[in-house]
């Protein structure tokens, strides 16, 4: 079974409408932390505060002004202010006023916006500001006037929440000017992750410096599934001015990986674009790209370190992990990775765990967790987590029923099982994982029995489909709803599928393969639900069964698997937007098939067919059934596992 997680920078919108917030006061919060008379205390110093501040507006008991200009005006306006709080709060107006001690009128006048100053000031005497995306750089710059390090570190972590497409090239040189490496981090990974997206919709892009492009182009984090995408953006912005960037095509081009654009789109395009077609300058370097085209066309091997600029892939934003499953007659407990960007599958070392199969996968955070299974010989409902980045696996609480076959699904904080086989019968009950207290509690059961279904979560409900009840292949599916804590049946499938792969996938449901009591099945669904209605897709290039499924890159892949004679090892892609499927590896190994930036060889086939080519050829051994799927780690957490996959690779896994 296969679920996902979002990074950050996910869940952030794309809009450009501007939000608010209330800046809370890291006082309030740490006096809150307490308890008894301290609760009190910081209830007794916020309306405290809150009076000083009306003091302030209605000029009582004040001792000194604080002018600005008006907006767009010579004319200045007043604040009247109490000095003791602005020095308590601002080293920059505690030195301006200690100078001014002995003045019988102390006056300050300041270069900052008056709506800025005003919420400069509200801040000080309560500790509360409203911030949105129109006033928050004034009030940072005012904020670094004062040298007020809670004001602009409140006003970032603003920022870090609302970044969208349009604002973040502003934000991440706002970052780079002010040396704010927390934003600056967050803004780096939303740019590398989202980049391709972001310069279709902001034209800022086309505004950028011929060395701020060079720094994204050359990046090996940056985002982008084909390199052409980025030879078009690059094309962009020299059109944007042509004749003052027309002579940088060369450098730009030297520093895409054209070793990863096919030998045919490269010549067609590339090759014949009217800026590099009579360039002398570039000549060199397009008989040097044919040539390694060419090579890798013909022997699928070449010499080349893969650290050549040519061919070296970019780092991946999202990996499968496949964990577990059934091969060669018994189960096993490898757990492999994927990276999508150099096609490869590494294994990856692990402590040592009893095999299972038929087990429920999924992440949340960065821990992944097994649940339930089958070793062949005992069906569990224990369970167990992995964590992604210590590489260490953890018991967590069995579940109340012993379940083979099961569907794992998770939804707002909470894990649900359901269905499954316990050796005996197959189960309509399903249960819920509270991680708080690691705990396991029933819910309402299900219409059906169901072993061999599989399950997914869209519009905050938990869809199952498909399985057996013990007697035969079902066609049958329905929704959970957590707040009514009951189940709704749906529109039959157009086929019965048992050990069918059911993902939700831009807005719809998605049921492929499976087993319907005669054979194995090559073809998909799709479920809309809210005309509750099923429509084919195009079929695999396998008909398989009991095989893993998951978003990558926007494509559904379905790994492994059962095709009626034996396990499977191919790996298949479904574009929605094309409506096609394409054969993308055929290869999950458990030999030490190691990620790209680790000398490794790789091969890319301009058709549909990518073949991975480790140094040393490996008979491919690792044809598995079932193995549960797990992607999309924060970044950070991604970050670390591909430094441990390197390390790895080398020898030197800690």
């Known amino acids: 079974m296969l679920k996902r997680t979002r990074s950050n920078s996910e869940s952030r919108g794309s809009g450009g409408s501007s939000s608010s917030r209330t800046v809370p006061s890291s006082i ?16 007794f110093t916020n309306e405290a505060c809150q009076i000083l501040n009306e003091l302030r507006k209605n000029n009582l008991l004040c001792d000194a002004k604080i002018s600005t200009k008006k907006d767009m005006t010579e004319e200045y306006l007043e604040f009247p202010v109490h000095r003791f709080i602005l020095a308590a709060s601002s080293p920059y107006l505690r030195m301006a006023f200690t100078n001014m ?25 309560t500790r509360e500001c409203i911030l949105t995306l129109d006033n928050v750089s ?9 040298q007020m390090t809670s004001l602009f570190q409140y006003c970032c972590e603003y920022l870090m929440h609302n970044l969208n497409h349009e604002n973040i090239f502003h934000l991440y040189d706002f970052a780079k000017l002010h040396s704010n490496s927390k934003l600056l981090n967050v803004t780096y990974e939303y740019l590398m992750k989202h980049f391709i997206k972001i310069i279709n919709i902001n034209k800022r892009f086309l505004e950028l410096s011929f060395e701020r492009l060079m720094e994204f182009i050359t990046n090996d984090d940056l985002n982008i599934r084909n390199e052409e995408n980025l030879f078009d953006a690059c094309i962009q912005w020299i059109d944007y001015d042509i004749e003052k960037r027309k002579s940088f095509i060369t450098q730009l081009i030297r520093n895409l990986r054209l070793g990863l654009i096919p030998v045919q789109l490269f010549t067609s395009k590339i090759k014949q674009h009217p800026y590099i077609k009579n360039n002398d300058e570039c000549k060199p370097m397009i ?19 893969i650290n050549c600029p040519f061919i070296r892939p970019r780092h991946a934003h999202e990996m499968i992990f496949a ?20 096609d490869k599958w590494t294994v990856i070392s692990t402590d040592q765990v009893p095999p299972r199969a038929y087990h429920g996968c999924i992440t949340v955070g960065n821990k992944m967790y097994v649940i339930g299974g089958f070793d062949g010989t ?12 210590d590489r260490i696996w953890n018991e967590i609480a069995p579940m109340n029923e012993r379940r083979c076959y099961v569907s794992v699904a998770y939804l707002n904080g909470l894990l649900y099982a359901m269905g499954g086989f316990n050796g005996h019968v197959r189960h309509n009950t399903a249960e819920k994982y509270l991680f708080e207290t690691n705990q396991w509690s029933t819910i309402s059961p299900m219409h059906m029995q169901r072993s061999d279904a599989s399950a997914c979560t869209l519009n905050d409900l938990v869809y199952i489909c498909g399985g057996f009840d013990g007697q035969e292949c079902l066609q049958t599916a329905e929704y959970y709803n957590p707040i009514t804590n009951q189940w709704t049946m749906i529109q039959p499938m157009r086929s019965r599928r048992s050990g069918v792969g059911v993902i939700a996938y831009r807005g719809s449901v998605y049921a492929i393969g499976g087993f319907n009591g005669t054979s194995r099945l090559s073809t998909g669904e799709r479920y809309n639900p809210t005309m509750n209605t099923w429509r084919p897709i195009t079929d695999m290039f396998h008909p398989r069964s009991n095989f893993a499924i998951e978003v990558l890159d926007d494509l559904v892949f379905t790994i492994g698997g059962f095709n009626g004679l034996t396990t499977i090892s191919n790996v298949e892609c479904y574009d929605n937007t094309t409506d096609e499927c394409a054969c993308i590896v055929d290869g999950l190994t458990y030999t030490k098939i190691f990620l790209y930036s680790n000398e490794t060889f790789m091969t890319h086939n301009h058709s549909t067919s990518f073949a991975p080519l480790p140094i040393v050829r490996t008979t491919n051994v690792g044809q598995r059934t079932a193995p549960s799927l797990t992607v999309r780690l924060p970044p950070i957490t991604l970050a670390s596992l591909n430094q441990s996959l390197r390390n790895f690779t080398h020898g030197r896994l800690q």
């Open 28 to 43: 309030m919060t740490d006096l809150n932390a307490h308890s008894g008379d301290r609760k009190r205390t910081c209830a």
């Open 101 to 125: 001690q002995h003045s019988e009128n102390p006056f300050l006048q300041l270069d900052i916006e008056c709506d800025a100053l005003e919420s400069l000031l509200d801040f000080t005497y």
């Open 138 to 146: 004034r009030i940072i710059d005012a904020a670094k006037l004062c």
């Open 287 to 305: 008989g040097e790209t044919l040539r390694l085209l060419y090579k890798l066309d013909n022997d699928g091997i070449m010499d080349t370190d």
């Open 323 to 342: 964990y577990g499953g059934w091969s060669g007659g018994n189960a096993t407990s490898m757990l492999e990775a994927y990276d999508i960007r150099a």
């Open 378 to 389: 005992e069906y569990y409902n224990s369970c167990r987590s992995f964590h992604l980045t």
